[in-house]
């Protein structure tokens, strides 16, 4: 949500689309409503039905990730259709009281709104798939930074253990995880990094440095403290080029 809300353009659309409706008073919205309070309630109205929307969408797409195309289309469209609806019911029961009186009215509302709602998502889904198949693909984010929070999912630069937790270390931040280490490399992928110790692995991109402290080695990286380099994993240090052969 607040990846969709920093963007100026969102906020330029959003007042675009409340403008025309007000203006022409969809709905007879016009019949009920001033000029200015007709404005106003067109832009609570598209605001909150876009946020609503959003997150449904966001959540349940992920929650729908493995199923088909028509199966993610039609349960996350009514499901947004759904949620939309009782935003829409609340606001004009604030603004116009009591809108509906009998369940055919109460029907078609919440039939028109699932139904545009619907039609709006198969759009947006068809248009997402035709981008993402022409679009040049990303490399996945590790499994890893899922376990982290949200503010803390940064490029990953290392993972160091103590005690029973991992320490995971980003260029946003550090988080704790209760897990081994093994497991927790396991999850970088497809991130290349290097175990340099017992209980340190490091991301190779995130090395600004080597120094040689006798029969080891100490690493300078890009983001946060040292990491040392235990005696018995130098020579993977040497092969991975970090050292001089």
């Known amino acids: 949500m607040r ?13 675009g689309i409340g403008i025309i409706l007000a203006f ?8 009920a409503l ?3 309070p007709l404005a106003i309630y067109w832009m609570v109205v598209v605001v909150l039905t876009y946020s609503t929307g959003t997150l449904v969408h966001a959540v349940l797409r992920h929650r729908f990730a493995r199923s088909s195309l028509f199966s993610r289309i039609l349960c996350i469209g009514v499901v947004i259709g759904v949620s939309v609806s009782l ?7 604030v603004v116009f009281g009591p809108v509906f009186n009998s369940w055919k009215g109460w029907a078609g509302f919440f039939g028109t709104v699932i139904f545009v709602a619907f039609v709006v998502n198969s759009l947006l889904e068809l248009v997402q798939r035709e981008l993402a198949r022409n679009s040049p693909g990303e490399p996945a984010a590790p499994a890893i930074l899922d376990r982290i929070p949200v503010e803390k999912r940064g490029a990953l630069v290392a993972l160091s253990v103590e005690d029973h937790y991992v320490r995971v270390r980003t260029t946003k ?9 093994t497991d927790a490399i396991r999850e970088t992928a497809p991130i290349e990094g290097l175990r340099v110790h017992r209980s340190h692995w490091v991301v190779k991109d995130q090395v600004f440095a080597v120094k040689r402290i006798g029969d080891r080695a100490l690493l300078n990286m890009r983001h946060g403290p040292d990491v040392p380099v235990s005696r018995s994993n130098v020579p993977a240090l040497r092969k991975a080029g970090f050292l001089p052969r």
């Open 3 to 15: 990846a969709q809300f920093s963007r100026p353009i969102l906020w330029v659309a959003l007042a």
């Open 24 to 31: 022409a008073g969809a709905f007879g919205t016009a019949d």
């Open 34 to 36: 001033r000029p200015i």
């Open 87 to 93: 935003v829409i019911a609340a606001i004009n029961a």
């Open 173 to 181: 931040g550090e988080e704790m995880i209760l897990m081994r280490l």
